[in-house]
């Protein structure tokens, strides 16, 4: 399968550490602590092209959308808009940052927090879209446009919606605000954090289907991550696999979800709930493979972040950080893993 | 640079900030301590006084402001506070010591009570939402919205008087010498009792308020829920569950409470001629007895650096989430 | 790759109806209004208020005028009595009244602007200019504020009921300025802070329209406690006889009444009404309050009835812990396992 | 520990208090206003004075103390002290000219101590004699030369700073010394080595209190003898409570509160005005509502000196005549000289309205409350008069700069009228407006009261002296710079149930005010009552 | 499948406020946990799946109120208990002890001033009185240990452990008494799935040790289908559906049973079609007539806008203990 659209947003080397405060104990001592949140990440967003990226809690996801919003200042790495370098200089404000936030926009990961408890629907919109200049002229315009973006996630009639509080919304209501939101600056990326993680099955699969349509008819180029790899398998073009901070498998969905390479993918896949295994009784549960903590990303683990809790481990492992080796199966499943060394050459 | 030393440097600052403005404002009033002492006295006193009291406080060498300030400056990093005038010639620092544990006894002691009975109450209002102990809530904003001064008043005019048991002012009988007798202390307590409760009648009803809407915040919290759930007795859920984190934002609240502890409450002292510090400052603001003002300034600054200090730790102490974060 | 085999329908969401919200809200400031407390304190400044803008049209007698009934106690003809001269109480404390409120709610303000303007920049913004916005509200909260604020009234020459309004508000944001600066630091890394600036919305926006609207409830009670702090100062600057404020206030009355020995006397009524005009104020000011902090926290919410008819028979109380069992029919009858 | 006090007389203990503040430093120096012994009087008690005068008679002569007789020169530049024998000195020795010489030197030596001010030129001991000699004649300083206390030389000289020791173990000759000291009282014991009869009060105990209301409730309860303090209503609050015992006596003392006007602003230059002005207001309401009756003796005589005190000092033809007058004897004291009335309104020469802006501190009440009485009384002839209460201090500069219209004040006060009209009326004092002004803050600008207040300073012989003042009450009457309301007062309250003897108005022999020399006479006076 | 049941409830239901501001959250359910099963709850958000939980153990906070109904507890070997008519102390008693219950948000369940042992032992106090000092914080490591965490982190604050450390210290104090019921509402939606599976993967192997009852509450349908013996599907405040968990999910009688089943993404096996369930959720103030769930039915036909249907196992099928509430499938006359 040959990848030939065009790459809208593109981050190279991404890295975000955090500081971290000192202990008591510590005080005196000269090292500082940072959390590793995001090291050396990697990615291309490509137009009308959906890039799932999973991985488990408190990976760096989050992260690296915040840093793809510019949201955070980097640490180092670089992000390209249409080839150009894109960085600026400060996460706050100024006019370079609105004109990279009309082409990148992004969705919170919680829809609960991320609307204005004390402003209305109407509010929200109407800030976006004069922001971006699109909100027309007079009232007339900019009722059309506002209807016509409410419209586009489907939550119509507009007058019903316009003038609510977000607490008056159910939650995939919102998350349909926060969607328009973003649409409203009429971006070329959207970096969509956990859409659906709150909603039930019904609702979920709702936003879903609108991020698709959206992808198709407007050729948006879609950061979806999740926790969901079930739903990345049915909505996204290709998926990434984080782990501890560093990307570890990526490639295309169907692929990645199916043939797992990395044996934290490996792990990610066994533990997601699958009604199709031996039910009741809870059998598929007693496995042993994969257990342990997830690692501490202020120390994290020397080589392979996931070595402690490999069960494939190698010497290698614990000394020599792997880079991307292609899998071999499709053109574009690569793994940071040693297994995959052989496969390479 | 690491959170304590930047603490540090927070108290330093605001502490020279807080003195600079100290010693500058005073200077500002027009007029000038002699004169302001003929004039306190009301021809009660020679005017060719003038010239021999000008001489005496020093006044009569020409010290430009920054003279002044800077030899302030020097004066205090010596620990020398200088000389009062209103006092003359005690040191301030002689004044200071007399007037002190006057203060912190019976103030600090108080605000100390009426945060804990405040507290106290306040749990229980909060616990018990809605019952009769709640409904004493509209009668103690009533009394805290009372001026400590009038209640102090009308304290004075209806308990004491002739052969009452409780003075009326003073710190304690006149002719007594201040030490450890028990005679002393018998009578140092019962002058203390009448300010005393106007200072708690007066402020017990804030605390209270605090601690019962933290408690019904509180009290709304999951683990309040799972603490019933695992069938503590309720003493323990209410004590040692809710009051124990409603009691949080209080704490920083008590820091600054004891802290203000002079500049807040000297009007008690006034009506009640409390021999303490906020007595000596409206004293020496009358009389434009700067080296006082300062000295009195000096130690209300340190007072509340202090007692942020100290509700720091204590918040630190209280709050184990504060412990990562420093 | 294909998508096409997802056969997705989207739900049909059911719009909500626009007339049940718009009641809705309505009913929030409904619940405001019909909040007894909130009610009674809005009832007790409306008339603190007619009393200041009219109290000198409604005033029996000229506050100053001397008269014959020397030292009187209250009667119908002087409602809370007379003074050493014979001037009228009443008239006192009626015109009183202006000068109190005036100096209240201006400093108030001029408190809660500078409060604002101070704690939720210095809480926003980072870098030194806001370091150095919250240095300056630490070195004000540590100045004593009362002595200072005899101090600078004694600086300024003539000082009217503006110039003490202006002091007391200058000398007294710094509290509400530090909570606002907490609130704020905890605000600005909400998501809908981010959210906005991820919009590409300007600083001072946010600032003002997503972060300001959230801080209502602090602005709302701290504004309500400086106005608090501003009467009792007012009053006791008068008191002290530190300045001579205006014509009449309320501390003013009280100073002549302590200058006179008033209690000593057994002139009670000198010192008494003014006393409960105060406690007056102050409680409608912090019934007002409550009901602001009970309006926007939902926890504080009264929620109508709070005791319950128990199965047993019994009235309890609702309480967390121990949900009430009501009394139903169909429940006792089937009692006993 | 402290004695009931109500046991009269039992224990032989005078209780003195003053309402000067909860506590206060232990200090003695009897140079320092702020020391305990000058608060609390018992500085007389310790180091007594060359010579007693009746304040209450200021124009008798002063009663020999330690100076046994003194000579002035002619000029009255000099005087020659002859020091009496046989004072001991508490510790003992014996008290010698050199110590008398010495008293007046370090005065000379130390200005802070020099509490007069008094231009000493030089002392000299001649055995038991001391010639000390002036810049100038002391005429209208005797009593203040006289007044000085004799101090120790030995301990004296051994102070770095006379001004700045608190002087913790006093060598006195008084009858008295200190047996304990609390931050709030000082007791006193009688000596039984004081060079005459000693006083019949064995233990005195000086307390302060915290303020007026707490002295009256000590008054009240016994815990207090004698004390001097404000009272409202004193007639009730504290006479009526036990009227057998419980006295007050305010005589007035040679000097005058009044509303000083400021005579530069016209229409205020006009003198007729403040006649007028002077003829309308009631200074009875004055007296009985804002001086509660009883503190500030009413000043009734037209040329502002306090009757009886200065009785011996009024001219013939002003003996006796009330500054009051009927309303229409003011109005046509105006109308007479330009002014019209415009209905109730009083109109200048000019066609102006008068009006006038009253300043006084706002935490004065009584000076308030006159401020009150005088607005009243100025509008029945029309003026209208503005209260302004000022503050203390911006008050203080507006009157020494000249900046107000018409203000209540104070003036000097002395052994004779002359210090009351020098600091009303001397040009010698006149500064233009916006100087500081130390005396005559009124601006009044008259060579002849100039001349007449020198003359009376510097005159030889009592003719010319007589001549001087009568010639300074006629300007006053004529002009009235200032008009006075009430006498400053030498007065105290005092409870006749432990102890008898105080001076009264039938027995005027001091000043009965405790913290004044006189008291030293009245404790010498007082026997324990029966 | 006659069994042995542990906790009994019947026809209960719970309001949110009082009077004519009541809402009803939880109507008439009845439900029977047996000895040593997990039952699984699961329905859409706000369909009252947590206030049955928290009304039963009667820690709903105000202004939740039990209106009707009946919770009996079945000890081993005593006489039943009636739980909505116990005193607060015996209601004290009752708790932890029989029943323990793992609330939604672990993050917020522990007290954050106090030590994981400090609560852990809190327990044990209150219960067991007579335990020695040394045998309760020997206790509390054991806890601690059983639910896969070193006893190292028994001095911790709970905002030193991540969710699921906490989450699994709750699970871990839930088992402190050994108690015979154990209700989880989602205690593990905020976690991955890779934790998640490790949570229950303990709980699985706690429950064969102990043999206590679970009754587990999600909206996660795939997880109970693999995890638990009997599943209940709630909808608008009713039980609508309940059945063994490999019965239900392969088939399922209500239709929105069935629109939940088809709303999950597989992540194995052949892609399906995802139909979804059109509509929102009722409005707890008006709830339609009828089936509540008819105006979003793709098979809703003339009865069910008129009579709600009754919990039952239906006429036509022979499967044992499968209930359903649906006019589609009738139920016997004489359900059990
Ligand atoms: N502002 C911050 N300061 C310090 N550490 C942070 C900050 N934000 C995130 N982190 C840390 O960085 C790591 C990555 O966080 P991130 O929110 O990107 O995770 P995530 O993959 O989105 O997790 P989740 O799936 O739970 O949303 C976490 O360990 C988190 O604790
Ligand atoms: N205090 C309350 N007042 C009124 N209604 C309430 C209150 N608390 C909850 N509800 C309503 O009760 C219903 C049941 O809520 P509940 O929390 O039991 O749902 P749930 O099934 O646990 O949902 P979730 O899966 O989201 O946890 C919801 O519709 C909710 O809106
Ligand atoms: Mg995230
Ligand atoms: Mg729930």
């Excluded at chain 2, 306040?122 to 009372?146: E, M």
């Excluded at chain 4, 001010?117 to 005797?142: C, H, I, M, W």
């Excluded at chain 4, 009006?355 to 009150?372: E, F, G, H, K, V």
């Excluded at chain 5, 015996?90 to 001033?113: D, H, K, Y």
Aim: hydrophobic share 45%.
């Amino acid at each position: 399968m040959t990848v030939t659209t065009e790459v809208v947003l593109a981050a190279e080397g991404l890295t975000k550490h955090f500081p971290v405060r000192k202990r008591g104990r510590e005080l005196l001592s000269r090292t500082n602590h940072v959390v590793h949140a995001v090291d050396d990440v990697d990615l291309v967003l490509r137009r009308g092209w959906v890039t799932a990226l999973v991985g488990e809690s408190g990976s760096g996801k989050s992260t690296v959308a915040r840093l793809l919003a510019q949201l955070y200042p980097r640490t180092s790495g670089d992000i390209r808009l249409h080839g150009e370098s894109a960085a600026v200089s400060t996460a706050r404000g100024g006019r370079r940052f609105r004109e990279y936030s009309r082409k990148v926009q992004m969705i919170f990961q919680d829809p609960f927090a991320s609307l204005n408890p004390v402003h209305t629907v109407r509010y929200h919109l109407t800030r976006a879209l004069r922001i971006h200049g699109r909100a027309g002229k007079g009232k007339q315009e900019l009722h059309s446009a506002l209807a016509e973006l409410l419209g586009r996630v489907q939550l119509t009639p507009a007058e019903s919606y316009l003038d609510k509080y977000p607490h008056e919304l159910s939650g995939g209501q919102r998350q349909r605000v926060a969607i328009a939101r973003a649409l409203a600056a009429d971006p070329e990326a959207l970096l969509a954090d956990e859409p659906v993680s709150m909603l039930d099955v019904s609702i979920r699969l709702g936003v879903l289907n609108l991020l698709r349509n959206l992808k198709e008819r407007l050729n948006l180029a879609i950061l979806y991550i999740t926790h969901d790899i079930a739903s990345a398998r049915y909505f996204a073009d290709d998926t990434l696999v984080m782990y501890a901070g560093r990307m570890v498998e990526g490639g295309d969905s169907e692929t990645v979800t199916q043939h797992p390479a990395h044996p934290y993918t490996r792990l990610l896949v066994d533990s997601a709930p699958d009604p199709d295994r031996i039910t009741g009784s809870a059998q598929g549960l007693v496995q042993e493979e994969g257990v342990g903590e997830p690692p501490s990303l202020i120390t994290p683990p020397d080589g392979c972040r996931f070595h402690p809790r490999c069960p494939f481990v190698m010497d290698k492992c614990r000394t020599a950080l792997p880079p991307r080796f292609d899998v071999g199966d499709t053109e574009t499943h690569w793994a940071a893993c040693w297994l995959f060394e052989e496969a390479k050459a | 640079m690491s959170y304590f030393l930047r603490r540090l440097a927070f108290y330093v600052f605001t502490a020279w900030a807080a003195l600079t403005i100290n010693f500058f404002i005073p200077r500002l009033i027009p007029g000038d301590p002699v004169s302001a002492l003929v004039n306190g006295m009301r021809g009660q006193i020679d005017p060719a006084q003038i010239q021999s009291l000008t001489v005496l406080f020093g006044l009569d060498k020409k010290q430009s402001m920054w003279e002044q300030y800077t030899s302030y400056l020097a004066q205090l990093a010596r620990g020398d506070l200088g000389i009062s005038f209103g006092n003359f010639p005690l040191p301030v620092s002689e004044v200071l010591t007399q007037a002190l544990p006057w203060t912190l006894l019976l103030i600090g002691v108080t605000t100390v009570l009426s945060f804990l009975l405040g507290t106290l109450l306040g749990v229980f209002a909060g616990w018990w939402r809605g019952s009769w102990i709640d409904g004493l809530l509209p009668a103690t904003t009533f009394l805290s919205s009372i001026p400590y001064f009038w209640l102090g008043l009308i304290a004075v005019a209806l308990f004491t008087g002739v052969g009452s048991f409780l003075p009326a002012s003073g710190g304690y009988e006149p002719g007594l010498v201040p030490g450890w007798s028990g005679e002393f202390i018998d009578s140092a307590l019962r002058h203390s009792l009448l300010p005393a409760a106007t200072i708690i009648v007066a402020s017990v009803g804030g605390w209270l308020l605090a601690m019962r809407n933290m408690m019904v915040t509180v009290t709304a919290e999951d683990y309040i829920t799972v603490a019933h759930a695992k069938g503590l007795s309720e003493r323990r859920v209410m004590m040692n569950y809710a009051a124990r984190n409603a009691l949080l934002p209080s704490v920083s609240g008590f820091g600054m409470a004891l802290g203000l502890v002079v500049g807040g409450t000297f009007l008690v002292e006034y009506v009640f001629s409390y021999p303490g510090i906020g007595l000596q400052m409206l004293d020496a603001i009358a009389k434009h007895d700067y080296p006082l003002i300062q000295g009195i300034f000096l130690v209300v600054t340190l007072a509340v650096l202090a007692a942020n200090f100290l509700a720091d730790l204590a918040y630190m102490a209280l709050d184990p989430r504060t412990r990562k974060e420093g | 790759m294909a998508i096409t085999g997802v056969g997705i329908t989207t739900p049909n969401v059911a719009p909500a109806d626009p007339a049940q919200t718009a009641t809705r809200r309505r009913h929030g400031l409904h619940r405001l209004l019909v909040n007894g407390k909130v009610t009674s304190g809005l009832v007790m400044l409306g008339v603190l208020t007619l009393i200041a803008v009219f109290g000198q049209a409604l005033a029996p007698f000229d506050p100053s005028k001397r008269s014959s009934d020397i030292l009187q106690s209250p009667s119908l003809k002087h409602w809370f009595g007379t003074t050493h001269i014979g001037q009228d109480i009443f008239s006192q404390v009626l015109v009183g009244t202006r000068s109190v409120m005036f100096v209240g709610f201006t400093a108030g303000l001029v408190a809660t602007i500078i409060g604002v303007v101070i704690g939720v920049t210095s809480g926003y913004l980072s870098g030194s200019a806001a370091e150095g916005l919250s240095a300056i509200s630490n070195v004000f909260i540590v100045i004593p504020a009362l002595p200072l604020i005899i101090i600078i009234t004694n600086v300024v020459p003539n000082s009217g009921d503006w110039t003490i309004a202006l002091v007391i508000g200058f000398t007294s944001w710094a509290w509400g300025a530090r909570l606002l600066r907490a609130q704020t630091l905890s605000l600005r890394r909400r998501d809908f802070v981010e959210a906005a600036r991820a919009t590409g919305e300007s600083t001072w926006r946010i600032i003002g329209f997503e972060i300001l609207p959230n801080l209502t409830a602090i602005i709302a009670s701290s504004f309500i406690g400086t106005v608090m702090f501003a009467v009792a100062t007012e009053i006791a600057l008068a008191f002290v006889g530190i300045s001579g404020i205006s014509e009449w206030n309320w501390g003013e009355i009280l100073f002549w009444a302590q200058g006179q020995q008033a209690l000593p006397q057994g002139a009670w009524w000198w010192f008494v009404p003014v006393g409960l005009c105060i406690a007056l104020l102050g409680t409608a000011l912090s019934l007002v309050n409550f009901g602001i902090d009970e309006f926007v926290n939902p926890r504080l919410r009264a929620s109508g009835q709070s005791t319950v008819k128990a199965s047993d028979g019994s009235r309890v109380r609702m309480k967390v812990g121990f949900t009430p069992v009501l009394a139903d029919p169909s429940r006792s009858k089937e009692i006993g396992i | 520990g402290t004695e009931t006090p109500s046991k009269p007389g039992a224990t032989g203990v005078l209780n003195i208090g003053m309402p000067d503040g909860a506590t206060m430093p232990a200090n003695n120096n009897p140079f320092l206003d702020t020391s305990f012994a000058k608060h609390l009087g018992y500085a007389w008690l310790i180091w007594e004075p060359l010579a007693l005068q009746n304040e209450t008679k200021p124009a008798d002569e002063p009663k020999p103390w330690l100076a046994t007789k003194w000579k002035w020169s002619a000029d009255y530049s000099s005087v020659v002290l002859t020091v009496r024998e046989n004072v001991k000195w508490s510790d003992g020795s014996a008290m010698t000219a050199d110590d008398v010489a010495y008293s007046f030197q370090i005065m000379k030596d130390h200005k802070g101590v020099n509490y007069y001010a008094l231009p000493l030129k030089d002392v000299k001991v001649a055995g038991q004699d001391v010639t000390v000699s002036f810049e100038g004649s002391q005429y209208v300083n005797r009593t203040k030369v006289l007044s000085t206390q004799v101090i120790n030389k030995k301990q004296w000289s051994a102070f770095s700073d006379p001004a700045k020791d608190v002087v913790d173990k006093p060598i006195g000759t008084g009858p008295y010394t200190i047996k304990s000291v609390t931050p709030s009282t000082v007791t006193l014991s009688v000596r039984s080595d004081y060079w005459q009869t000693a006083p019949k009060v064995a233990e005195i105990r000086c307390t302060t209190y915290s303020g007026n209301d707490t002295q009256l409730t000590a008054l009240t309860s016994g815990a207090t003898d004698w004390t001097y303090a404000f009272m409202a209503n004193a007639k009730t609050t504290f006479v009526a409570k036990d009227p057998a015992h419980f006295k007050l006596w305010f005589p007035p003392a040679l000097s005058a509160d009044g509303l000083w006007i400021n005579t530069t602003k016209a229409p205020f230059d006009n003198a007729h005005l403040r006649r007028a002005m002077s003829m309308v207001i009631n200074r009875d309401d004055i007296f009985n509502q804002a001086m509660a009756g009883y503190f500030k003796p009413k000043v009734g005589n037209i040329t502002g000196i306090p009757t009886p005190a200065g009785d011996a000092f009024l001219a013939p033809e002003y003996k006796g005549k009330s500054s009051e007058s009927d309303l229409a004897t003011a109005k046509k004291e105006l109308t007479d000289n330009g002014f019209t009335f415009d209905g109730t309104t009083l109109k200048d020469p000019t066609g102006k309205p008068v009006t006038i802006t009253l300043t006084d501190p706002a935490d004065w009440n009584d000076y308030q409350t006159a401020l009150t009485i005088i607005k009243e009384n100025l509008a029945t002839i029309g003026i209208t008069a503005k209260i302004d209460k000022a503050n203390q201090d911006a008050w203080f500069d507006a009157i020494a700069k000249g900046n107000f219209d018409a203000a209540l004040h104070w003036s000097n006060g002395g052994a004779t009228p002359y210090d009351m009209y020098e600091n009303i009326m001397n040009g010698a004092q006149l500064q233009p407006i916006g100087t500081t002004a130390n005396g005559n803050y009124g601006r009044f600008n008259s060579p002849e009261a100039t001349q007449a207040l020198k003359d009376y300073a510097n005159a030889t012989d009592d003719t010319a002296r007589t001549a001087a003042m009568h010639k300074i009450q006629k300007i006053m009457v004529e002009q009235m710079p200032m008009i006075a309301t009430s006498a400053g007062n030498l007065g105290a309250e005092y409870s006749t149930a432990k102890w008898t003897g105080w001076p009264d108005e039938s027995n005027p022999y001091a000043a009965i005010q405790p913290t004044r020399w006189g008291m030293l006479d009245v404790v010498m006076h007082l026997t324990p009552a029966s | 499948m006659k069994t042995d049941p542990v906790l009994e409830i019947k026809g209960l239901s719970v309001d949110y406020g009082l009077g004519n501001q009541a809402v009803r959250a939880v109507r008439d359910v009845s439900l029977t946990l047996n000895r040593g099963e997990v039952l699984g709850l699961a329905g859409e958000s706000g369909s009252g799946k947590s206030t049955l939980a928290y009304g039963l153990t009667r820690l709903l906070p105000p202004p939740g109120v039990v209106s009707a109904g009946k919770v009996i507890y079945y000890p081993p070997g005593g006489e039943p208990v009636d739980v909505l008519s116990l005193t607060p102390a015996g209601l004290r008693e009752f708790r932890w002890a029989e029943t323990s219950i793992v609330f939604q948000g672990a993050m917020n369940s522990l007290n954050p001033v106090y030590k994981v042992s400090t609560q852990l032992i809190d327990v044990l106090e209150a219960h067991q009185p007579g335990m020695s000092r040394q045998a309760r914080t020997a206790r509390a490591r054991e806890l601690l240990k059983m639910v896969g965490i070193s006893e190292d982190r028994l001095d911790a604050y709970p905002h030193q452990l991540s969710g699921g450390m906490r989450q699994r210290v709750m699970i871990g104090m839930a088992l402190a008494l050994e108690p015979k019921i154990v209700i989880m509402d989602e205690p593990t939606t905020a976690l991955d799935v890779v934790m998640q599976r490790q949570i229950l993967r303990q709980l699985v192997d706690l429950r064969k040790r102990f043999d206590f009852s679970v009754l587990f509450i999600t909206h996660d349908l795939s997880l109970l289908v693999e995890f638990s013996d009997r599943i209940a599907i709630m909808y608008g405040g009713r039980i609508v559906e309940q059945a063994p968990a490999s019965v239900l999910y392969r088939d399922s009688l209500h239709p929105y049973s069935d629109g939940l089943l088809h709303s999950f993404p597989a992540l194995r096996g052949p892609r399906r079609d995802l139909v979804g369930i059109p509509g929102s959720p009722p409005d707890l103030r008006s709830m339609p007539s009828g089936c509540s769930f008819h105006p979003r039915c793709p098979k809703a036909f003339d009865p069910c806008s008129v009579d709600v249907p009754v919990l039952g196992t239906p006429a036509d099928l022979q499967g044992p203990a499968r209930k359903v509430a649906c006019w589609l499938h009738p139920i016997r006359n004489s359900a059990d």
